[in-house]
């Protein structure tokens, strides 16, 4: 199967003209269905300050806006959805907050089991990993590839798949059923530039 890029933003972003200018570069270079905006230790309003800066690049390219744990950042923002994890607000009070619009992702680890509740409550995708080291966060779990097999022959949830995912892993990870590919460090650190590693992603993939 053909997996499709998810792209996340780097943990921290110091200069957002340049970032926006490297969203656009990235964004051109193919098809990526879904931007999260995932920004960690920084404020409330430095995220909104960004995420108003590239939801219209993003928009502009056909990429959903996802933000990452900020619920009521989201709705206020009237993003395209969230992302939200174990131990943040839950689907369903996400749910209630968005309405029946919104995108909402669950984080799963390598749970089949919390994928299957979010499912049936109602998530649009789970995301499993992480699937190899990352530098971009800490990693407490791992996840493994049959777990991706396994749910693509058994539910129809898109899933996707999060954690140290390169060009150079990419290839065994769609194989494996991943509908999404999650990245981040892979394109913006890119020796060739972001728009380089979104070629390089979608070429393997």
Known sequence: MTSQLYLITPPS?????????????ALSAGPVPALQIRLKDVSLDEIRALTRLISPIAHRHGTAVLMNDHVDLARELRLDGVHVGQSDM??????????????IGVTCHNSRHLAMEAAEAGADYVAFGAFYPT??????????????TIWQETMEVPCVAIGGITAANAAEVS?????FI????AVW?????????????????
């Not at 060739?192 to 390089?200: F, H, I, L, S, Y």
């Open 135 to 148: 530098a971009t966060k800490t990693v407490e779990h791992m996840a493994e590839l049959d777990t991706l």
């Open 90 to 103: 839950s689907y369903k009070d996400a749910r209630k907050r968005l309405g029946t619009e919104a995108m």
């Open 13 to 25: 972003i110091t200069d957002h003209a340049a970032f926006a200018r490297a969203l656009d570069d």
């Open 182 to 185: 999650a990245v981040s460090g």
């Open 189 to 205: 650190t890119h020796p060739d530039g972001p728009a380089a590693g979104v070629r390089a992603l979608l070429s393997a993939i």
């Open 175 to 179: 194989a494996a059923g991943a509908d």
